[in-house]
C-alpha cells in the first residue's frame, strides 16, 4: 500500500497531471466571480466561502477521471484485479483515493488563503473555509472513486462522473458552506456542521472504496 500511495502521488506531480489545470481553474472561477456580482466587498466577503466550495467541487472533478486511468492503460489495473489482491480491492481504492486527494486536492486547500483575500475574507474566514476543505473534500473524492471506477472502460467518463458526483456531493457541500458561513456570523454553530462534515467523510471512506472495488471487479468479469 505504501509504494501504491507515492507511486500515485509522483504520478500526480509528475507531468501531464491535472494538478496545474486543476489550480488553474478553481482560481479562474474566483477570478470572474467579482466581473459577475460587482466590486463590492461586502457582497463579495459574504458570497465569498460558498463561491470557494463551487470553485473547489468543480476543480475536483476536473481531475478526478484520471484516478484509475493510467492504471487501465499501463494494465497494472487489470494484474490488480486479477491477482491475490483482489481481495484487499477495496484497501487499494482507498490508498489510490488517499493519494488522489495529497496529490491533487490538498495544493487546492492550500492556495485557498490567496483566493479569499481576493474575496475580502478575514483571516478567521479563511482559518474555518480551510478548516471545513480539509474535513470534506475527502469525502467528495471518496464518492467520486465510484464514478471514476464506471468512467474506466468509457471514452467520455468525465461527464458520468459529474453526473454520480454531483448529488451525492449536496450534503458536504451544504455542512461545508454552513460551517465556513459561521466563522463570521454571530450566533450560527461552527462545531455541529463541522462534525457533520466529518462523519460524512468517515462514512463514504468504508462505502466509497467499497462499491468502486465492486465496480471494478464487474468490468473485469
Same mark, same amino acid.
Given at each position: ?95 489510490? +483515493?488517499?493519494?488522489?486527494? +495529497? ?31 480539509? +474535513? ?86
Amino acid at each position: 500500500m505504501k509504494a501504491l500511495f507515492l507511486r500515485d502521488l509522483r504520478i500526480a506531480f509528475g507531468p501531464g497531471s491535472s494538478l496545474l489545470t486543476g489550480l488553474l481553474f478553481f482560481a479562474a472561477i474566483i477570478i470572474i466571480t467579482p466581473f459577475a456580482v460587482g466590486p463590492d466587498q461586502e457582497i463579495l466577503s459574504r458570497i465569498g466561502p460558498g463561491m470557494l466550495w463551487i470553485g473547489a467541487l468543480l476543480s475536483i472533478l476536473l481531475g478526478m477521471d484520471r484516478m484509475f486511468q493510467t492504471d487501465r492503460d499501463d494494465g497494472s489495473l487489470d494484474q490488480l484485479i486479477l491477482s491475490r489482491h483482489r481481495k484487499s480491492l477495496s484497501l487499494i481504492v482507498f490508498t489510490k +483515493c488517499l493519494a488522489h486527494w +495529497c496529490g491533487t486536492i490538498l495544493p487546492l486547500i492550500l492556495f485557498t488563503p490567496v483566493l479569499g483575500l481576493m474575496l475580502g475574507l478575514g483571516g478567521t474566514a479563511i482559518g474555518g473555509l480551510m478548516l471545513t476543505l480539509l +474535513c470534506g473534500t475527502p469525502a467528495i473524492t471518496l464518492i467520486g472513486a465510484v464514478g471514476a471506477a464506471l468512467a474506466t472502460s468509457l471514452p467520455r467518463g468525465g461527464v458520468l462522473i459529474s453526473v454520480i458526483v454531483l448529488p451525492l456531493a449536496v450534503p458536504v457541500m451544504i455542512f461545508g458552506v454552513s460551517a465556513a458561513y459561521a466563522t463570521t456570523a454571530p450566533g450560527i454553530s461552527f462545531i455541529n456542521p463541522l462534525l457533520f462534515l466529518i462523519a460524512l467523510s468517515l462514512f463514504f471512506s468504508i462505502l466509497g472504496p467499497l462499491a468502486a472495488a465492486l465496480t471494478l471487479a464487474s468490468l473485469s468479469d
